[in-house]
């Protein structure tokens, strides 16, 4: 298990761009698949996008393919999602998960088609993203 905590949600105003951050204070990330997923009222959780344990591996859904992109930084123990063009339906609490089944981790054991699972193992808490004018 590992503590993720995620940063960087708030208001913007439709086409504007936040970058939201899922940091762990304790157990290195390196070999972990780090997934984005959101969830607005009312609605099911939706996965996003995923980043591996090796350069170059990613996955996005067709719902934010060419607006979100996802990155790590492995010094600072950081992954990242940086997204633009925002909509006022990109209107969620976002969370970020992780996940390591013992060797370094690949996005294609998380996702199917258009659908990235949520077998990810670890959660963080969650934060806003508000999309109004």
């Known amino acids: 298990q590992v503590d993720l905590v995620e940063t960087g949600g708030g208001w913007v105003q439709p086409g504007g761009s936040l970058r939201l951050a899922c940091r762990s204070s304790?157990?290195?990330?390196?070999?972990?698949?780090i997934g984005w997923f959101r969830q607005a009222p009312g609605k099911e959780r939706e996965g996003l996008s995923c980043?591996?344990?090796?350069?170059?591996?990613?996955f996005y859904t067709n719902s934010v393919k060419g607006r979100f992109t996802t990155s790590r930084n492995k010094a600072e123990n950081t992954a990242y999602l940086q997204m633009n063009n925002l909509k006022p339906e990109d209107t969620a609490v976002y969370y970020c998960?992780?996940?390591?089944?013992?060797?370094?981790?690949?996005?294609?054991?998380?996702?199917?088609?258009?659908?990235?699972?949520?077998?990810?193992?670890?959660w963080g808490q969650g934060t806003q993203v508000t999309v109004s004018s």
């Open positions: 304790g157990v290195s990330l390196d070999n972990y698949a």
């Open positions: 998960a992780a996940d390591f089944a013992g060797t370094p981790a690949w996005c294609d054991t998380y996702y199917s088609g258009n659908r990235l699972s949520q077998d990810f193992r670890s």
């Open positions: 980043i591996g344990a090796r350069d170059g591996d990613t």
